[in-house]
C-alpha cells in the first residue's frame, strides 16, 4: 500500500493539500487533484464524461457552498453529467423528495445546471457547456411499498437509477452486508417491473451475490432488449482483505459482471480506495483505476465499463451518520473503519478524469475507448432506458 506521505513525494501533490496541514481534514475539497497533459485535460472538455454516482447529500456538507463549489469544479474540469444519491438504506419516498428538492432549488437558481431526464438531455448539457443531474436511490424503500404510485412520480422528479436493496435485508432483496443473503424477493420482482416500464435503470451495485445475480436473470427474462447497470462497483478479484470466498463492501464476482455484461450493460467502478482496492487502502491514484479498466476489458468488454466516484462533500458526516445508524452498516465495524481511513484520498471525477485519461493512453487505448469508459458507455444504456 502506499501510504500518504509517500503519494505527496511521488505525485507533487503538497500544494493541493497545504489546506489541511496541521489538522485533520475530512471534506472532499481536499482531496487531490492528480497531474495530467494539456491535452488530456482539453480532450476531457471535448467529450460526453459521466460520474455514474455520488453522494453528495445535503447533510454532508458542512458550509452552505460546498454545492456551488464542487459541482462547479466539475463543470470546469468538463464532467458532462452525474448521478447523485438522493435515498438509500430504509429511506421513505418523503426522504427522497426532501433531498432531491434541495438539489433541483441549486440547480433553479444557477442556470449552468440542468437535471437530465432523457439521453438528448446530457447530449443538451454537453453542447450547451451545462451540468447535468438525474437521481439514484441506493434502495427500493422509497417506493413505500407501492411501485405503481411512487415509480412515475420518481421518475418524472428525475430519478434515473435504483437500486434494491442498500447494505441490510430489505423488502425487494438483500444488501451485502447480509450474511445468509437469498434471492431478489417477489416484491422485488414487482419493482424491477415498474422500473422497466417507466425507463429507470435497475442497478444492482449494493446487492448481496444472490440477489443481484437473481435480480440481473429476472430483469433480463422481462425485457432482454434492457440493460442493467452496477453505477458504483468493483473487481472482486482485485481486491484484497477478505477472507476467500466472502464478498462484500461492494465489490463484484466475474459471473456477476459478466451477467451485467450479458444484458449490454455497464459495471461503473467506485473510486472510493477501501472499495476499489482493500479495506486498509487510503488513496486511490489514476493507475489504480485504469488496472480496473483493464481487467473489465478483458473480462467483457470496453463497452461494458464506466466511473464512479461515490464520493461525499465532507466524509466526517458520513463517518458519524454511519456510526449513528448502525443497523444499515451491521459490518462489525468495517464501514466506520474504512470511512474514517479514506478521509482525502477518493477520487473526485474533477481532480483524477483527466489524469485517467493519461494513463489510458499510456496503455495503448484508443480515443474511442477512451470516450465509451468516461460516459460514451452509459450514454448508449440511457438511451436506451431512458430515451
Known sequence: MQNRRAFLKTAGAAAALSATCGKM???SEYSPVWESS???AQFLKEIVAIDSLNANFEQTATRPEMWDEYYTRALEAGITATGVTTAQGI????TFARETSYNLRKIAADDRFMVVRAAGDIRRAHEEGKYGFFWNSQSAEILNNQPDIYMPVAKSMGLGTMGLAYNERQRAGDGNFVLSPGPISAYGKTVVDAMQRHGVLVDTSHASEPTALSTIEYA??????LPVIETHSSAHALYS???EGEIRLRTSSDERIQAVADTGGVVSLCMLPFIMISPQTELTRPQDVVDRIDYMRDLTSIDNVGLSSDDGFDWSKI??????NP????????SAAVNKLATTGIGEAAKIYAAIIDEMWLRGYSDEDVKKVMGGNFSRIFEQVWG
Open 319 to 324: 463517518y458519524e451518520f454511519g456510526k449513528s
Open 327 to 334: 443497523e444499515q452498516f451491521d459490518d462489525g465495524g468495517l
Open 220 to 225: 433480463k427474462k422481462m425485457r432482454p432488449d
Open 25 to 27: 481534514t475530512w471534506a
Open 38 to 40: 494539456d491535452k488530456a
Open 91 to 94: 429511506n421513505d419516498f418523503d
Open 241 to 243: 482483505g477478505y477472507p
